[in-house]
């Protein structure tokens, strides 16, 4: 299973907040430590989004990448470079016979939106139609990638357009419970100044410190400080603090 994390503080390095700590997000690529599935590494790529600090522009630019995040120069090198108050980063295990393409790596992103998927919906892509039923088919052909949390993400941005994000999750979450039981999605979104996360069969632990806020599938290191978040939870964070409640 992927691993994720997002951030909403003072400004930091991109390519930093990668590395950050002794089980940084790039050796939960080699070395994660809660799998919960087959998998033993996430080495099918990595992507991170950041927001431009400039006034009045608030989208989220990204980087994505086919490559393991621990043999991509680009995280000690370009993204080491470009810093920002706001990043959303994923490290991915493709799910078995989904694409491993640059595109197919989290995060996803539209205007001021990023989001990423960690976990799988059983039964793709049947399961997936009721849900994108309404989705026009301009979203349905720019799908990034063939893959379920790419699928996922056209869901999530098509109900975006007409609701706030607490209420999307949780109707995604509520549908995919009906349609594709046993699914796993610990699902991240951010606007680069909220991050909302769930946890559905998968692991996710915050820690509000010094003006910050980090969100992320395992702790980046020994800060006691680090909270872990129930099953069927959804946290809503700002640099300010984080709300966890049950879906
Ligand atoms: N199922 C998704 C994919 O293949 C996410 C994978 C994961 O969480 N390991 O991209």
New binding site residues.
Partial sequence: ???HLGYLGPAVSVGGMLTRGDHSLVVQSWAPSDMR?D?VA?A?GFGAAWWDATPGVRDAAVHVSAMPAWGDPTIAGTLAHVRSDAVLAAV????SG?PVTAT???PFVDGPWAFS?????RG?PQTLSPLAADVPVEDLLRLP?A????GLWAVVRHRLRNDEPTSVLRSVIADLDREAPGS?L?LLLGDGTTLWATTVH?SLSVLTADGSVVIASEPLDGDPRWVAVADRCIVVATRDGAQVTPL
């Fill in positions: 299973m992927c691993r599935c998998a996430n099918d991915r295990s493709a799910t989904m197919a790596s989290a998927h960690n976990g799988v919906v793709w990638a893959t379920d949390s790419a796993r610990n998968h």
